[in-house]
């Protein structure tokens, strides 16, 4: 028996999943790590203590399993996406902390970008909105406020990487400089059509291409570690993909108008479209799915920046809860949420409004509002969010799209997920692992490694799965969606 070890890094944690090669969990670990707040708007994490709680989650499995361990066939990364570092080319020390995917300090670069008339440009090379959501005005920023900085990526001794390639550099000792195709194509800076790094993308954010990694296939192998020691011989890394690409590959999406949705700190819903490359007329996003034997597969995304991240924020800078796991109770113990709307734009309001200044509000209180009735509201929202997503894809890709995939921790919320169901008149089929992003990567490195030949065996892998179907009558549905559209534009 073969085993693999998937590092699943997400905006929130790190965790490490043993998978035997049939995709059954069989231990995992997880280190949480700090959100940095220099100003509001700002997000930021400390990459090198993301490396630390990297080798801290291996030592733990190491430690419990420790025959296991001794037959791990490969390791696989899935990780958060745009977070963007700068780190130096010998050493892999961060020389600045990772600007993280939230973070909203290129948004005067964007609008500059707008009004200079770049958005189609950029949207025909890669899929994206020039938004900065994306790596690539965060490392403008960069260049543009760290002279210093900036000089270290010129001259060459400070390369640019996403959170995978800041990884695979330390974890093989400077030896690999390399990403996959995935976490490329979220930088803004790649060429999701050709498959390679773009020079007038790269002129237009000051990047120079010298910085950026080689770029390979998902499942390709990308060096050998031993995990700084704690690997009793080096193993291969095989398997790298960015985390909702892996949970899209995870849940055997494998057909045109599959779709999948991974409900996290920011929620990702994206649908299978195919071979061929087109941008979205609607607001979605065309993401490069993954890449196999040379063929790729795309995806439009919608993109929603707060989730469960709104309850963290009701727990953390509110008091309102004591953990997220008494979010579904409160929310049974009001008939309905009481007129109340939270708009969670915490960090604007992504697809399908792309309204970066947007602020967070809740709307609809009065006297008669309770604690339940705002953290019902703030579930709901993740809900309302979905359904404008699903209604942009929908129209976009001309399907009728019937059936959702979902994963993801807030999945084990049965009342979330009934209201999804609900409002979205979609059937969800949520997975019973919820570590979708850690076992797409480790299915890409079982077939990197030989382990399963092609798709259609990996689709045969046993899984279980749980369904919601929609019951709430159609007029009630149309009532609290028409309720969040205003509430809506009441931010906007």
């Given at each position: 028996m073969s085993y693999l070890l998937a590092i699943d890094q997400s905006t929130s944690a790190t965790k490490a999943v043993l998978f035997d090669a049939r995709g059954k969990i069989l231990d995992k670990a997880s280190r949480a790590h700090r959100q940095i707040y220099p100003q509001p708007g700002w997000v930021e994490h400390d990459a090198e203590e993301i490396w630390k709680n990297v080798l801290a989650v291996i030592r733990e499995i190491a430690k419990r399993n420790p025959k296991k361990i001794s037959k791990l066939a490969g390791l696989s990364i899935a990780n958060q996406r745009e977070t963007v570092v700068v780190f130096d080319r010998v050493?892999?020390?961060?020389l600045h902390n990772a600007i993280v995917w939230q973070c909203r300090r290129g948004a005067e670069i964007c609008r500059k970008l707008h009004a200079q008339g770049h958005e189609n440009f950029v949207r025909q090379k890669t899929g994206l909105m020039v938004d900065t959501y994306f790596s690539a005005p965060k490392l403008k920023w960069l260049v543009a406020e760290k002279p210093q900085l900036a000089a270290k990526l010129r001259d060459g001794s400070a390369v640019i990487g996403t959170i995978d390639t800041f990884l695979i550099h330390r974890l093989t000792h400077g030896k690999v400089f390399a990403t996959d195709f995935t976490n490329a194509s979220r930088t803004m800076l790649f060429d999701i059509g050709k498959l390679r790094w773009d020079e007038k993308l790269c002129r237009l954010f000051d990047v120079p291409m010298r910085a950026l990694p080689?770029?390979?296939?998902?499942?390709?192998?990308?060096?050998?570690t031993d995990a700084a020691g704690i690997l009793p011989a080096p193993i291969s890394i095989v398997g790298v993909m960015g985390d909702s690409q892996a949970s899209l590959f995870a849940q055997h999406c494998y057909?045109?108008?599959?779709?999948?949705?991974?409900?996290?700190?920011g929620t990702s819903v994206l649908l299978n479209i195919g071979g061929k490359f087109r941008p979205s007329k609607k607001g979605a996003v065309t993401a490069l799915a993954w890449v196999v034997n040379g063929k790729p597969t795309y995806a439009f995304e919608g993109i929603i920046n707060f989730s469960a991240a709104t309850i963290e924020w009701l727990k953390n800078q509110l008091g309102m809860i004591q953990s997220a796991g008494e979010v579904?109770?409160?929310?049974l113990s009001v008939k309905d949420n009481g007129g109340v709307?939270?708009?969670?734009?915490?960090?604007?309001?992504?697809?399908?409004?792309?309204a970066p200044d947007a602020r967070a509000a809740i709307v609809g209180m009065s006297g008669f509002t309770k604690r339940e009735h705002i953290v019902r509201a703030a579930q709901e929202a993740i809900a309302y969010q979905i359904r404008d997503v699903l209604d942009m894809m929908r129209a976009d890709a001309k399907v009728g799209l019937k059936t959702l995939q979902c994963d993801g921790g807030p999945t084990r919320n049965n009342f979330l997920m009934q209201f999804t169901a609900d409002l979205t008149r979609t059937e969800l089929k949520v997975s019973d692992v919820a570590e979708s992003s850690a076992l797409g990567v480790a299915m890409q490195g079982m077939l990197g490694l030989g382990i399963y030949k092609t798709l259609n065996e990996l689709a045969k892998l046993p899984r279980q799965q749980k369904l919601f179907r929609p019951q709430m009558k159609a007029a009630e549905v149309k009532r609290l969606h028409d309720g969040w559209k205003q509430a809506v534009k009441r931010v906007l």
């Open positions: 050493t892999g020390k961060p080689e770029a390979r296939e998902c499942s390709a192998h990308f060096g050998e057909q045109t108008g599959a779709a999948k949705a991974t409900f996290g700190t579904e109770k409160l929310a709307y939270l708009i969670p734009a915490f960090a604007g309001l992504s697809a399908p409004y792309w």
